[in-house]
């Protein structure tokens, strides 16, 4: 069933990310996978950098090449799905980083992982060579998608980040937002919803 992406109001997205900025990080609402989602004006979204140094070492001196890692964090609000999530046997989520050329550009796939799902929080990391990475761009958009069963067709319940997360360096480590799908005939229905 296709995802059909209905952004939550701007004043919303402005809050967010005026919150997050004195956090050190910033999210807006926006699809995220396809391009920069931006709030309802149009505006592009922020960063999800949590700090870390770029290319650190770890044990023995050896570079650390991840791009990213972090935690998915269960988001509840009046718009998503809230009831109680017990992971099936084969829940899983797929964290995929994709390069950002513009705002109604497409933002092709870098690269993605997908990994058992057995609640929260859901750690994460992706590894890779920062050059071939970024590429020409400066920034790459961080997705989470939990699947609450096998497939990656979203049911209401799955979960996904509604807000676009963006990495600006290498070694970036973060805490990302997922919201529970509801079904976009529920009275509440809003930001990111399914079809029944």
């Known amino acids: 069933m296709p995802i059909v992406y209905i952004q939550r109001s ?3 997205a402005l809050l967010i990310a005026l919150f997050a900025a004195g956090c050190g990080s910033t999210t807006t609402d926006g699809p995220g996978g396809g391009g920069n989602g931006g709030d309802a004006e149009g505006g ?10 770029e290319g650190g070492t770890g044990e023995g001196g050896a570079t650390n090449d991840f791009l990213v890692r972090g935690v998915g964090i269960r988001e509840m609000t ?3 799905y809230n009831e109680e999530i017990l992971p099936a046997p ?3 989520a ?3 980083l994709r390069r950002y050329e513009g705002e109604d550009a497409s933002a092709p796939l870098v690269t993605e992982i997908d990994i058992p799902f057995t609640g929260f929080p859901v750690p994460f990391e992706i590894d890779g060579d920062p050059v071939a990475a970024f590429g020409d761009s400066d920034t790459l958009l961080l997705r989470i998608e939990i699947f609450n ?3 990656t067709d979203a049911t209401i319940g799955d979960l996904v980040s509604e807000h676009s997360n963006e990495i600006q360096s290498a070694g970036t480590e973060v805490e990302i937002l997922v919201g ?4 976009c005939d529920a009275p509440n229905a809003g930001g990111y919803c399914v079809d029944p």
């Open 10 to 12: 701007s004043k919303l």
């Open 44 to 53: 592009q979204g922020g960063t999800a950098e949590g700090g870390s140094a």
């Open 78 to 80: 009046a718009t998503t």
């Open 90 to 92: 084969d829940a899983h």
């Open 94 to 96: 797929v964290v995929s």
């Open 149 to 151: 069963h096998a497939g």
């Open 180 to 183: 529970g799908l509801e079904s």
